[in-house]
């Protein structure tokens, strides 16, 4: 393949777009606010402006892939769902829309953490969970060999599964694992615990200081990650996961609570699900979507 590729992330708090060479390789990216309360349109206006500052020629591009938040149509690339970050996102046509912003270049869009686990497989894995804790908690299943869509509310959402204590969702029905292992979530708990308001790598900051109800609010967080990667695991007979996005940049207080949830809970096989980090960090789900539209072309 010839030429330059570009892929943008498109999240709840901003929009990263990357330009890749002919072998995907990055070469240079930009960042902006998502302007995710804007509605659709602004939000492509903004993910078109990125990729414009990237390139002298947009129309010169071989191709821009997408990882949009929500869940998407993998045909057409519209979005069909979105949670409370969005306002008016639900019903864009990406593909179409972006594609007419950037001279008519062909755009592929996935769902935000279908792109960042694709990004993530190693040659030959056929089984794979991906997790993303961000702004909320995102997941994709890589199944024999393939992304696993499943029906219109799009599969692999573990950020809604489980039933860990009485803390609100987003989604409205409490106890799932975006109540607990969210970025928001983890300022939220704190706040309630102290009365102290701050964002979650503040909290960090002060678990690893040694403040307790830091380290409760963190231990939760990786103790029910763990849970919730060995029912998946368990259920579509997984035994690999990877884990990316912000809420990973603290890494060092989730890991342990979420290996001894992942002991307790073996597979069928004896052991546990293997969990690495993603190798990526923040490019994770842009460098992805490069790969998804590449894979296309």
């Not at 040659?123 to 991906?130: C, I, N, P, R, S």
């Not at 890589?142 to 029906?151: F, K, N, P, Q």
Request: aromatic share 4%; hydrophobic share 45%.
């Amino acid at each position: 393949m010839s030429g330059q590729w570009a892929g943008v992330d498109i999240g709840g708090s901003k929009t990263l777009a990357v330009l890749c060479d002919s072998g995907g390789r990055k070469l240079a990216s930009a960042t902006a606010d998502s302007g995710a309360h804007l509605g659709g349109e602004a939000i492509l206006d903004i993910a078109a402006g990125l990729v414009r500052s990237l390139v002298d020629d947009a129309s010169a591009l071989s191709g821009v892939g997408v990882g949009a938040a929500g869940v998407v149509d993998p045909g057409t690339g519209t979005i069909v769902v979105t949670g409370d970050s969005f306002t008016g996102w639900a019903g864009t046509a990406v593909n179409s829309g972006l594609s007419a912003r950037l001279g008519g270049v062909p755009v592929r869009t996935e769902n935000d953490v279908n792109a960042f686990l694709l990004g993530e497989l190693d040659a030959g894995e056929q089984h794979v969970l991906g997790v993303a804790l961000g702004t909320g908690v995102g997941g994709a299943l890589y199944v024999d060999g393939r992304l696993l869509h499943g029906g219109g509310t799009g599969a692999g959402e573990i950020g809604h599964v489980g039933n860990f204590g009485p803390a609100p969702c987003t989604c409205g029905v409490p106890g799932h694992l975006e109540a607990y292992a969210s970025g928001r979530s983890l300022s939220r708990r704190y706040a309630e615990a102290t009365g102290v308001s701050m964002p979650a790598a503040s909290v960090a900051s002060a678990a690893l200081a040694g403040d307790e109800a830091a380290l409760a609010v963190f231990t939760d967080a990786g103790r029910f990650l763990g849970e919730a990667i060995t029912h998946a695991g368990g259920l579509l007979g997984i035994a690999t996961a990877v884990v990316g996005g912000s809420v990973t940049n603290s890494w060092a207080l989730l890991e342990k609570p979420m290996q001894a949830a992942l002991a307790a809970h073996p597979l069928l096989s004896g052991s546990p699900v293997e969990v690495r980090l993603s190798r990526w960090g923040a490019d994770a789900i842009a460098l992805g979507a490069v790969g998804l539209v590449r894979s296309a072309g």
